[in-house]
């Protein structure tokens, strides 16, 4: 938690002004700013493994390396360290996984909130169990169209009929908390709803 919290307040040095967040995607200088699904007020910062970050991965190792271990095997890289912004405004992303459909899990995502994270402030949401079969990638992201991938996360009914799966899990959290997730598990980013942004 301190952790988290000295990686917001030294903002300044790890994240570049606000001002740099630009609306015109054609300006984003790749080095500076990843690829994220639904780009109206989200942002993908990617962070420089500057001191308090590499403090705050040595802190989240040990509590994740165990399950990561147990769905990767021992030979793991580090693929992508970045902190998703979501200002005020940030609309609902559509439903999706970070990867294609693979029999065998290929990646899996740590998501560490850096402030407190309610239902308000555009939590992640994940359809839990969605990784386990292709049946689901293939009704939502091959054949869904987006009135589909929209209803699965509104409607609670539709979604168990669809899928069959376990309700819908809003990952609503303590500063410093994880969340986990396979990369083909089905989830998106919330509604973005009050004032200040939500950087996890
Ligand atoms: O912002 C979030 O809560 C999730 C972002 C995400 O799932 C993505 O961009 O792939």
Same mark, same amino acid.
């Given at each position: 938690m301190e952790t988290a919290l000295a990686l917001m307040e030294q903002g300044a040095n790890v994240m570049? @002004?606000? *001002? &740099?967040? +630009?609306? @015109? $995607? *054609? &300006? +984003?200088d790749p080095n500076c700013w990843g690829n994220v699904h639904e780009r109206t007020n989200r942002w993908d910062l990617k962070l420089r493994l500057c001191p308090v970050v590499e403090k705050a991965l040595r802190e989240i190792l040990p509590s994740v390396h165990g399950v990561i271990d147990a769905i990767l095997g021992p030979k793991t890289a580090l693929v992508e360290l970045a902190s998703l912004i979501s200002d005020p405004g940030a609309p609902s992303q559509l439903l999706h996984a @970070? $990867?294609? +459909?693979?029999?065998?899990?290929e990646m899996v995502t740590v998501f560490v909130p850096l402030q407190d994270i309610d239902e308000h402030m555009g939590p992640t949401n994940m359809l839990p169990q $969605?990784?386990?079969?292709a049946e689901h990638w293939q009704k939502v992201?091959?054949? #869904? !169209?987006p009135e589909v991938r929209k209803r699965i996360v509104s409607d609670p009914q539709f979604q168990h009929e669809e899928l069959g799966t376990p309700p819908l899990m809003l990952c $609503? !959290?303590?500063? #410093?908390t994880g969340f986990m997730m396979d990369s083909r598990l089905l989830h998106c980013g919330g509604v973005r709803q009050r004032q200040n942004p939500r950087l996890s």
């Open positions: 570049p @002004d606000t *001002s &740099q967040r +630009y609306h @015109d $995607t *054609s &300006q +984003y @970070d $990867t294609l +459909y693979t029999v065998n899990a $969605t990784h386990t079969s992201i091959k054949n #869904g !169209g $609503t !959290g303590a500063t #410093g």
